[in-house]
Nanobody, 119 residues
Framework: QVQLVESGGGLVQSGGSLRLSCAAS????????MGWYRQAPGKQRELVAR???????NYADSVKGRFTISGDNAKNTVYLQMNSLKPEDTAVYYC?????????????WGQGTQVTVSS
């Protein structure tokens, strides 16, 4: 089993910054992708930023230039530095890791951390 523990959410004013952390533990084998998604009230969960094996990094267009994803392979941890936050960034942020073994992809989610940006 795999556990994802997120931290770093909170309340911040528009223009402020927050840094989210996600540490993965347990049966970590081949990581295919790891990153962050978010879900605002009444909306579908959407990709924010993620690493894909091979070195590719994906960002949502809405966060490009403001958010930066980084990672520590030794600690199986990813970070999301969020700068110039806007009220529309308000959402529950979820960490996700996809592990691949014998041709099967296993997807795990964290419990979510609330990010609230006030105007």
């Amino acid at each position: 089993q795999v556990q994802l523990v997120e931290s770093g959410g909170g309340l911040v004013q528009s223009g402020g910054s927050l840094r989210l952390s996600c540490a993965a533990s347990g049966s970590i084998f081949s990581i295919n992708a790891m990153g962050w998604y978010r879900q605002a009230p009444g909306k579908q969960r959407e990709l924010v930023a993620r690493f894909i094996s091979g070195g590719t990094t994906n960002y949502a267009d809405s966060v490009k230039g403001r958010f930066t994803i980084s990672g520590d392979n030794a600690k199986n941890t990813v970070y999301l530095q969020m700068n110039s936050l806007k009220p529309e960034d308000t959402a529950v942020y979820y960490c996700n890791v996809n592990l691949r073994k014998s041709g099967i992809t296993y997807s795990y989610w964290g419990q979510g951390t609330q990010v609230t940006v006030s105007s």
